[in-house]
């Protein structure tokens, strides 16, 4: 008997404590009991009739069950035949797994020879390019060195060929000044405190003493005059005389006339210069 039996049972037996204690209760209360034994009667139908319909209800939701068990029986041998294959399957990806891993180590440990291989070529990279950057330095050091003597041998070449066209030039400076004073009746090789430059001034006063004759003249030391040199002395287009410089000053000198080459009456406001040209 199984489940749903044993209910309907006890449920039976519920039923017939029912109806002993509503019995009970009719032969204690001493009212209508035909009444009542028709009613309890109805209702004993009532509830045979739900108990049939209940084991009706239960033979088919025995049939059901049944079905359903069979049904699942065969989804289990279904499962379990999958579970089978399913197993076959695990067994190979198992293996599959321990050939990987296998793999997988060996790769792992070709990795790490690799990575130290790797790490030691780094290292040595690093080195080399220390030692190339250490070369490059000293390259770059070298040529800035020859670019800078280089620089330095083209600024003398130029400062040399600026010297010899300076010297050329110079050259032909002092050959012309050389022509030049030859033919102003100078020595080329004077002292410039021995040359007369050429200046003008006019006489600013004259004194006699004795027999002597001083003039003073605007130009002095500042114009390039010294003791000694002379001045030629004239009025338009006369000329006067010659005079020799005795002192000097800045802006002023003082000058004695040389008797030999007095050729008229000195005074104030003559012109005199230390070359005449009277052109």
Known sequence: MNFIGKIFVVFIFIM????????AVVY?????????????QTQLTQAQNRLSQKESEFERLQSELEAQREAALQQV???????????????????????LRGEWTEATAAVASTQQSINNTTEENQQLRGDIRVALNETD?????????????HQAQRQLENTIEQRTSLLAQVGEMTSVMEAEGLDPSATMDDVTPRVDGVVTGVARRGSTILIQVSIGEDDGLRKGHTVEIFRGTRYLGRAE?????????????????????????????????LG
Do not use: C, Y
């Open 245 to 277: 410089i005795l002192s000097t000053e800045p802006d002023r000198a003082i000058g004695r006339i040389d008797p030999r080459f007095q050729e008229g009456r000195i005074q104030e406001s003559d012109r005199v210069a230390t070359r005449l040209n």
């Open 141 to 153: 050091e070298a040529i800035n060195r020859a670019l800078a003597a280089t620089d330095e041998l």
């Open 28 to 40: 204690s209360t001493h009212r209508d009991w035909q009444a009542k034994a028709n009613t309890a």
């Open 77 to 99: 041998r279904k499962l379990e035949s999958e579970r089978d294959v399913l197993a076959g399957r695990t067994t190979n990806l198992q293996r599959e797994v321990d050939d």
């Open 16 to 23: 017939s404590i029912i109806f002993m204690t509503l019995a």
